[in-house]
T-cell receptor, first 114, second 112 residues
Framework: DSGVTQTPKHLITATGQRVTLRCSPRSGDLSVYWYQQSLDQGLQFLIQ???????AKGNILERFSAQQFPDLHSELNLSSLELGDSALYFC?????????????FGPGTRLLVL | DQQVKQNSPSLSVQEGRISILNCDYTNSMFDYFLWYKKYPAEGPTFLIS???IKDKNEDGRFTVFLNKSAKHLSLHIVPSQPGDSAVYFCAARSDSNYQLIWGAGTKLIIKP
């Protein structure tokens, strides 16, 4: 158990809908990362937050947005969903988001868009 | 454009023997490399890392080798154990941003 929690574990929805994925980092970690893993591919970095502020942005679509709240939990919002958004979405956390810090991953949310 | 490549989707090794997982990269700006291990229905777990100033890092049964001239790194597991059966991801980071660039993973199967 990494200490990072993600809800829900599974989500099935329809095209055009909007969903929110939630992540709680490890106790004491200030930085949160979001990744997308499509079938048989590596993880794609989406976005990073540190203590409530956006720190780095990767290949995140404009239909997607995220935020980190004062209690440090984070939410990833996916809107106008398309079939290709079906994937595993992982959240990770680290102490301060430093370059060589270990990231600890949650179990992921599996999203299926029908 | 895949900057980090793991060309073997799967690898099968006898228990007790050495497992060698390979990873190639194209970006010469990468200066820090990591291996993560992933079991089904779980998130990736950090295994071992290496900085570009080193060519080898060892942690118990796990050793990572880095060949910068070839832009190649490998993970050696000796001896291989049944619990090592998992998907192994190679990831790399440059000094210019915080992003980890990931390979597609290699599924390691340890046969009893």
């Amino acid at each position: 158990d990494s200490g990072v929690t993600q809800t829900p574990k599974h989500l099935i929805t329809a095209t055009g809908q909007r969903v929110t994925l939630r992540c709680s980092p490890r106790s004491g970690d200030l930085s949160v990362y979001w990744y997308q893993q499509s079938l048989d591919q590596g993880l794609q970095f989406l976005i990073q937050y540190y203590n409530g502020e956006e720190r780095a942005k990767g290949n995140i679509l404009e239909r997607f947005s995220a935020q980190q709240f004062p209690d440090l939990h984070s939410e990833l919002n996916l809107s106008s969903l398309e079939l290709g958004d079906s994937a595993l979405y992982f959240c990770a956390s680290s102490v301060s988001g430093g370059e060589q810090e270990t990231q600890y991953f949650g179990p992921g949310t599996r999203l299926l868009v029908l | 454009d895949q900057q980090v490549k793991q060309n073997s989707p799967s690898l099968s090794v006898q228990e007790g023997r050495i497992s060698i997982l390979n990873c190639d990269y194209t970006n010469s700006m990468f200066d820090y490399f990591l291996w993560y291990k992933k079991y089904p229905a779980e998130g990736p777990t950090f295994l071992i890392s290496i900085s570009s100033i080193k060519d080898k890092n060892e942690d118990g049964r796990f050793t990572v080798f880095l060949n910068k001239s070839a832009k190649h790194l490998s993970l050696h597991i000796v001896p291989s154990q049944p619990g090592d059966s998992a998907v192994y991801f190679c990831a790399a980071r440059s000094d210019s941003n915080y992003q980890l660039i990931w390979g597609a993973g290699t599924k390691l199967i340890i046969k009893p």
